[in-house]
């Protein structure tokens, strides 16, 4: 992506004076800004999020369902060379990623159970089993099983 410049003149005067260049890089909204910290800009008889309004003028448009993601972080900026676009399945990918990586840190089974060298049943492929809960896991599908099975010989 070429480089923009600050006050580039495919955006109106009214956008840059409510823009303020940061020495990080980042060009904050000074403005109002939505309840999620995006910049609000008035265009066309309606709010928009000003960093889409960047990016939509600066850089080209955004693809249908797409997001626009700060790789600064910071959602009232609204430097286009802090900006890239994803698709929502992509974000929702990145968001997975970030929960599994979270999941395997973690030191309790989602029941609760220690992760303890006691309880703890490493499968081949790594993956960690709370053997309480196996153990549980086991009497239920037997009580099922028995259950079923009285079924079955009295239906049809
Ligand atoms: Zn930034
Ligand atoms: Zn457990």
């Given at each position: 992506m070429s480089t923009v410049n600050y006050?580039?003149?495919?955006?109106?005067?009214?956008?840059?004076?409510k823009v303020a260049a940061q020495p990080s890089g980042c060009w904050l909204w000074v403005s109002t800004k939505n309840p999620r910290g995006y910049g609000n800009f008035w265009k066309a008889g309606t709010h928009r999020p000003a960093h889409?309004?960047?990016?939509?003028?600066?850089v080209g448009p955004i693809p249908e369902?797409?997001?626009?993601?700060?790789?600064?972080?910071?959602?009232s900026c609204?430097?286009?060379n802090h900006l890239r676009t994803?698709?929502?399945?992509?974000?929702?990918r990145d968001c997975l990623e970030r929960g599994r990586n979270a999941q395997a840190?973690?030191?309790?089974?989602?029941?609760?159970?220690?992760?303890?060298e006691e309880n703890t049943y490493v499968r081949p492929?790594?993956?960690?089993?709370?053997?309480?809960?196996?153990?549980?896991?086991?009497?239920?599908?037997?009580?099922?099983?028995i259950g079923s099975a009285a079924d079955a010989g009295g239906a049809a």
């Open positions: 006050g580039d003149e495919r955006l109106p005067e009214r956008f840059w004076t889409r309004v960047a990016y939509e003028a600066l369902g797409a997001d626009v993601r700060h790789d600064c972080d910071i959602p609204v430097n286009p994803g698709t929502r399945s992509e974000n929702m840190a973690k030191e309790f089974c989602l029941q609760g159970h220690p992760y303890s492929s790594g993956a960690r089993t709370c053997r309480t809960c196996q153990r549980e896991a086991v009497h239920r599908y037997q009580r099922r099983n």
